[in-house]
């Protein structure tokens, strides 16, 4: 069983629109848990950790996180194209500061 | 504030020869790592540093790749000898490495190297 699964997509959203990604993870010891946005041929950057569950939310990003059910998820509100990128979940172990990474979920904004 | 630095951005090698790939991590960043990312997967890690002790290798090919953090700051990746199967981007993060919910342990990664073995 992979430690960390997402949802491979591609995942294709109108602009304007809510894009939902889902993250599942099988470590019942995860600690923290983080999305990166990853763009062809860049390297993949921060949008948010959570830790706690229930919501978090930065601008137009939404973080939620249940730990009974190992899921988290990230919802993109008024999809812009420039939302149009890989998006990696991340998942804390060993609270070791090491990251498990998900394959990623691609998704496509239409204008 | 200055990112990670990587380099070389590129690199084309022929099989069984052999690659060098360097780091330079976030000032003040204690923890240092280095991922192996083939295309439509997501990073895997190879090789985690806390300063300049190896914390975690146990996915590192030992058998050819070899990596070193001298006097706790710069970082080397070295492949020797590369096989078709190493193309890969290669990826240097650093992350503070003092344990504060999700801040301390966030990743900040590097540009990466692309490394095609032909």
């Known amino acids: 069983q992979k430690e960390v699964e997402q949802n491979s997509g591609p995942l294709s959203v109108p602009e304007g629109a809510i894009a939902s990604l889902n993250c599942t993870y099988s470590d019942r010891g995860s600690q923290s848990f983080f999305w990166y946005r990853q763009y062809s041929g860049k390297s993949p950057e921060l949008i948010m950790f959570?830790?706690?569950?229930g919501d978090k939310e930065d601008g137009r990003f939404t973080a939620q996180l249940n730990k009974a059910s190992q899921y988290v998820s990230l919802l993109i509100r008024d999809s812009q194209p420039s939302d149009s990128a890989t998006y990696l979940c991340a998942v804390n172990l060993l609270n070791d500061y090491k990251l498990s990474f998900g394959a990623g979920t691609t998704v496509t904004v239409r204008a | 504030e200055a990112g990670v630095a990587q380099s070389p951005r590129y690199k084309i090698i022929e099989k069984r020869q052999s690659v060098a790939f360097w780091c330079n991590p976030i000032?003040?960043?204690?923890?240092l790592y280095w991922y192996q990312q083939i295309l439509g997967q997501g990073p895997k890690l190879l090789i985690q540093f806390q300063n300049n002790g190896v914390v975690d290798d146990s996915q590192l090919p030992k058998d050819r790749f070899s990596a070193e953090r001298l006097k706790g700051v710069d970082s080397t990746l070295k492949i020797q000898p590369a096989k078709l199967e190493d193309s890969a981007v290669y990826l240097c993060?650093?992350?503070?490495?003092?344990?504060?919910?999700?801040?301390?342990?966030?990743?900040?990664f590097g540009p990466g190297t692309r490394l095609l073995v032909l």
């Open positions: 993060a650093s992350s503070l490495g003092v344990y504060d919910r999700g801040a301390g342990e966030t990743q900040y």
């Open positions: 000032s003040g960043h204690a923890t």
């Open positions: 959570i830790y706690s569950n």
